[in-house]
Structure formats: C-alpha cells, structure tokens
C-alpha cells in the first residue's frame, strides 16, 4: 500500500525573530515573505567585499532590494552602456555579477537568494500578542505569535517557560482549543486594527488562553 507524503508545514517567524540574528557569525535577513540564514556564506566567504551589504542589513527585511514577480535581484538599464543590469544601489553583493565581462566570473553558481538550503521558514505577515496563563502556578506569560501559527506551535513556542506544557489543557473563554488550528480558527480575536483606529493600548486587552494541568507529567 502506497504511503502518501505529508506536506511538511514552513516554520514561521516574527520580525523581531530575524533581528535577533545580526551578527556576522549569526546572520539572518528576510525578504519576500521567506526568512534566510547566511550564516554559513559568511564564513565560506570571510573576508569579501560583497558581504559589506548583507552585514549592513544583517536582521532585516532586504525585499526592496528584490523584484515580487521574478523573485530575482531588480534590474534596469545601466546608464553607461545601456544594458540590463542588476540594481544594487547600496552596492553589488555576494552573487550578483560584475557589470561588464569577467573571466574569473564564475556563472554556474546558484545565487543564494535562489538557493533553498539557505532558507529556513517564512516571515509572518501579521504577529499577535497573546497572554499565556498557568492556572495552577498563575505565572503568566505575554507571547509574540505569529497569526498563521497553529495553537501546537505556539505551544512550542511556550514550552522553554514551561517545559511540561503538553500536559495542560489549553483553553479560551471557557473553551478548550483545537491544536491542530491557529487562534483565529479558534476563534480567538485579533483586535489590533480596531485597537489601533481607537488609540487604545492593546497590552491592556490582549486575547488570554487558560492552561488546565491534566494531572499527567509524562508530556514534557
């Protein structure tokens, strides 16, 4: 009998999850939805010039620097010899090829900004603040969450401040929640736009999920 294959779920990360790694030995940008460590292209590449550009945006979003549509570096017509040509106003970087004919230009080498080993999850396009509440410890919790996250994610995201959290019934307004489903399918609301339109402080009414321990330690 033939297996079918689960389609694995991208991993999705806040902006502020990206800025955290700015570092020449840690290195992360995002662009066009996807997030990118190039951690390993500094280090095969210590040293070149045209890594000046991806350090000085080390952590940051870098999609202006790319064409939606292609997916590929912007181009446009270059002014001295009116050929198409990559658009890097903040200089050329590591990939992009030189202007005019080299021959030490190596053209067989796959850009990392095509190269999916270097990706590792998407960049989410709307993150909520939730409230985390242990109701046998009443330690709680305030959590940055990406909207397209399932409830077994954010979990996850819980377990480094409570690493027994599998063993707690998850719940909303008196409702235990599906898992398997995000906070919005779980009809958990985000009012940040009405909050914002009124000038009222969101941290006052962020959304509260309830944790039951199950009396069962064999989660952890």
């Known amino acids: 009998m033939e297996m079918k294959k689960t389609r694995e779920r991208p991993r999705f990360y806040t902006p502020s999850q990206v800025a955290a ?29 045209l890594l000046l550009p991806l350090m000085e945006f080390a952590g940051k979003d870098i999609s ?4 939606p549509d292609t997916k590929d570096v912007l181009t446009h017509i270059h002014p001295l010899t009116n050929c198409v040509s990559y658009y890097t106003p903040r200089g050329r970087f590591l990939h992009v090829p030189p202007a005019g004919p080299h021959s030490d230009w190596a053209s067989d ?6 190269d999916k080993r270097y990706e590792v999850g ?9 409230r985390v509440i242990n109701t046998l410890t009443s ?8 909207s397209e996250e399932t409830l077994a994610e954010i979990l996850q995201r819980y377990l480094r401040y409570n690493s027994h959290a599998c063993s707690y019934t998850w719940k909303h307004n008196g409702v235990s929640l599906d ?12 009012d940040d ?14 959304p509260a999920l309830l944790l039951y321990f199950n009396d ?4 952890g």
């Open 179 to 190: 898992m398997s489903r995000t906070l919005s399918d779980n009809s958990v609301p985000d």
């Open 122 to 130: 998407r960049l989410s396009t709307k993150t909520r603040w939730i």
């Open 193 to 206: 736009l009405q909050l914002q339109q009124l000038r009222l402080d969101h941290n006052l009414l962020t």
């Open 21 to 49: 790694h700015n570092t020449a030995s840690d290195l992360w940008v995002s662009f066009l939805g996807r997030v990118y460590d190039l951690t390993p292209l500094m280090t095969q590449h210590e040293g070149d010039a």
């Open 139 to 146: 330690q709680e919790q305030l959590l940055e969450v990406c």
């Open 64 to 67: 202006s620097w790319f064409d």
């Open 216 to 219: 069962d330690l064999t989660e």
């Open 109 to 114: 080498v796959i850009p990392w900004w095509k």
